[in-house]
């Protein structure tokens, strides 16, 4: 538990984005409570649907999520205040007037708080319209800046040129946002490549976290961290369809990616055969089953105790494991983590296999 700030209660230190899917709310549900009020995670909401309601109302005590639902069309069912769940709304600059109004009732309905989403890529405006916007927000929804948390989403940061590209343009937004009283100000970047359909198979393969890199490049200006989760930020992508047996298994600053399509023939034993080469890796933790739900999990279907499971599970179960990881090194850092900095020529085109790969970004196990 990190110290409270200023006598207030002990504040987030971390913001996922994530989806809104089975798995990544099933890994929320079985977040540990003490770890709960450390994390303040961002559903991106692109159905409403009987089953987000329901795992909504079930998530532990003192984890408030904020909701996005940008993508949803501006009908009753989006008015989150309709919903019965304390939640925050997520705003972003460009947001219609009805729709300010209802995220207004919203907050003022559960924490009195929003949060607003500035993308990089997208809300080009300069600082004089990026404040006019923002001052707009504060208006419709009769909240101060101190009841705002900004959130700086840079997007897609999937090799060294995204990083040097995406430093540069944050940092820019981080001097804007300095002219105004946010309640917190975040950072949040997705390092996870949108497909995965040409990596290796039957082995563990590296992947470097260039969100995580992205952070800590800016760690002198003392924003607090995001990500995607285990998932791509590219809208769209994650392949859905891929049914392969697939881990994303996060380690110090990278990810060991586990997608099995042969050995052991059934899908209980080709899943069986992934969990025993996971849980006997150098990344395996020194708490094994105890670090997390998914860790938990994991070893009970390396020891067979259980089934295969679904894409669903095992998203639940990397992204269970990924939350607890974040938080861990987020409260406990440690001198010695691998940075997954290692300076060179930039990786081939994303999507190729890594067998084909000869820049030194991007490795294979082993």
Known sequence: MVPAHGGRAAEPVYRPILASR???LDALSHLDPAAAPMLAPILEVGAVDRTTMDILRRLPVGLLPAVDVSTLPDAPEAELARWGVPLVPVIGL???DRRLAAHATAARAYARRALVRLRAGQDRAGPDES???VERIWRFTGLAPEECDLLVDAGDVCCPADVRLAEPRVRRLLDWARRHAWRSVTVAAGGMPPTLSRLPTDEPVRLDRWDWLLWQRLADAGVDYGDYGVGP???GTGEPGDRLPTVRYTADGSWWVYRW?????????????LC???VSAPHWPRTGAAFSWGDHELLRRARRGAGAGSAANWAAWSTSHHLAHVLTALLHPRDDADPGWRPGPDPPQRGRSLRQSRGGETRRAG
Do not use: K, N
């Not at 399509?261 to 055969?273: I, Y």
């Open 94 to 96: 460009a947001e219609s």
């Open 22 to 24: 089975r798995g990544e």
């Open 276 to 278: 025993r080469t996971l």
């Open 261 to 273: 399509s042969r050995r052991g023939g059934r899908g209980d034993d080709r899943f069986a055969d």
């Open 233 to 235: 930020a590219v809208p």
């Open 131 to 133: 404040t006019a916007a």
